[in-house]
């Protein structure tokens, strides 16, 4: 996802309202976009891919500073994220830093360290922000992508695709990390009936457990602290088109019962909400695990096993289709050859083997 370049979004993240207007005015004065949370939880929620950096205190109710930072270094490791602490927090603030924070400031803090320290963590964000964007753009295929290779097994997948897209039973995509669990979700749903309804990707690592719910199943004003409007969640999000649960072994179990009752009877409802709604998806899922020992281990649902892999789906590992690295290695390099805006790359044929 590329960022728009003049985006300026700072997160800040305290529950005292005074420190919070006191952010708000000075970093509107510095040339930033504050965006305010009152909580934990709220930052969570409001942790944009816009972000150039984090203004986050330590003691929060719902999610404390700790728990949003750790959520932050584990979905945006790039986002360089201040922490501040009051003066008998200077322990915490240093375990922070441990855990990844950029730098720490102690209330009540001097607005010129502020500022300073807000301008080198931009900076920082931005380079870094910049660098990922190009290797999302060289790693990543585009939608209309295909699997790529002539081997055997590649072929497979393409006939496997044609024959299961035109019903709407839930796959299990099984395969080790990098091997295109996504892509081929993807071609399942372009070659479906479904295919001209969205596509909703929920990867379940990402998710922070304290909101994971509310992500998937949406939630009803009220519902909790901070939810201070309806927000509809992935499963409704794909209505009519196809919902992918990337790494749906860490699913954690309390949230395992409510996919079931999707699966079976095709309804959910919102956090807070007591109206049954339809859900009219169909559910691709992938895991980089053995889900059947998650089973014999109770760490996973044997019903909802079942449920999941009515089509199971083993992609193997490059290792086992050597004859698909040529063409993967022109794939990519032509990707990164639009990257950087620079003529074709090649590979000559003899480090090719």
Known sequence: MMIDPQSKRILVADDEETIRRLLEYNLTKWGYEPVLAADGREAISLASEELLCALVDLKMPEADGIAVLEHLKKTRPELPVIVMSAVGQVKDAVAAMKKGAFEYVTKPFALDELRALTASATRLGTALRENRELREAV??????????????????????????AAIDSTVLIMGETGVGKGLLARMIHRASRRHANPFVTASCPALPRELLESEMFGHEKGAFTGAHQ??????????????????IGDLPLLLQPKLLTVLQDRQFQRLGGSTPLSADVRLIAA???????RVQSKEFREDLYYRLAVIPILIPPLRERLED????????????????????LDVAPETMG
């Open 325 to 344: 690295v040529a063409v993967l290695t022109r794939q990519i390099l032509a990707r990164i050859a639009t990257a950087r805006q620079s003529p074709p």
């Open 287 to 293: 895991t980089n695990i053995d889900l059947q020992e």
């Open 230 to 247: 309806r927000r509809i969640g992935r499963i409704e999000m794909a209505r009519g088109g196809t919902l992918f649960l990337d790494e």
């Open 139 to 164: 790693s990543k295929p585009p939608p209309d992508a295909e699997f790529a290779g002539t081997s055997r097994p590649v072929q497979n997948l393409r006939e496997l695709v044609t024959k299961i």
